[in-house]
């Protein structure tokens, strides 16, 4: 189906005149680079299909860019079913313009867009896909020499943290340690702390902070703790943890890090 309008106007909006991303729609935006073949794959779709997802588009945007004029066509979700089609140079994006995935050429592609949309196309982090894309590029540069220019330009840039006291303090990693004091502390009840937790782990997944060693155990095993715990109460299920349980839990988790 092909789109006119707002929609297809979108093109001009996310990449510039020489079909890169174009820095004014790049404002407050982060960038991944990852591997991609010589079409679009199901991992690819899958990425592009979460990212469209957390920011509640139920569709997709995309246009082939080796054409004079490119013609945006709107695909449903899952994406999956149209990998096929999409071949580079193309562009996918989400119809808000919150986010999208430039395939430029065979080897590989780029994702950018905001929080949200970083947080569930590129799960693992934005710092963690741009170490695992240097590491592909080594294994390819002999064949592929443009990929070491894509990893050079975004490269990782963030330290790994084992210890709360190396975190930085304007960090969401920071944040989640404060949401964790507060809450053993009683400053905090188990909803809010729940929520806050969620949220400052997409910002630290989004913001490509690492976490590592000891503390990345802690952060995990609060996580596992809050899979378990229903934030709202008409959904808990046989099993789920209650407010007493989760704070008990945490305390404990917290405690034991700390040598108590």
């Not at 092909?2 to 996310?14: F, N, P, Q």
């Not at 729609?25 to 997802?53: F, I, N």
């Not at 490119?70 to 899952?78: G, I, K, M, N, Q």
């Amino acid at each position: 189906m092909t789109r006119s309008g707002h929609e297809a106007s979108g093109l001009s909006v996310v990449l510039n005149a020489d079909g890169a991303f174009d820095p004014s729609w790049l404002e407050g935006k982060s960038v991944a680079p990852l591997p991609a073949g010589s079409q679009l794959d199901a991992a690819m779709a899958r990425r592009m299909t979460a990212g469209c997802r957390a920011v509640g588009a139920s569709r997709c945007m995309w246009a082939a860019l080796d054409v004079d004029e490119p013609v945006a066509r709107s695909f449903d979700l899952p994406l999956e079913a149209a990998t096929s089609n999409v071949r580079p140079p193309s562009l996918l994006w989400t119809p808000g313009l919150e986010g999208a995935i430039l395939f430029p050429a065979s080897g590989y592609a780029l994702a950018a867009g905001t929080a949200p949309f970083m947080a569930s196309a590129v799960g693992e982090g934005i710092d963690e896909a741009r170490t695992r894309f240097a590491r592909y590029v080594r294994t390819r540069a002999d064949r592929d020499p443009v990929l070491n220019s894509v990893a050079a330009a975004h490269a990782s840039t963030q330290r790994a943290w084992s210890k709360p006291a190396d975190v930085e303090h304007d960090s969401a990693a920071a944040r989640q340690l404060e949401l964790l004091d507060q809450f053993i502390e009683g400053d905090l009840d188990a909803r809010s702390f729940a929520q806050g937790w969620w949220e400052a782990r997409r910002a630290s997944q989004a913001d490509g902070e690492r976490i590592r060693g000891p503390l990345e155990e802690v952060f995990d095993q609060v996580f596992m703790l809050l899979e378990d715990y229903a934030v709202e109460p008409d959904l808990a299920e046989p099993g789920d943890l209650s407010d007493t349980e989760l704070r008990a839990a945490v305390t404990e988790l917290w405690n034991r890090f700390n040598g108590r």
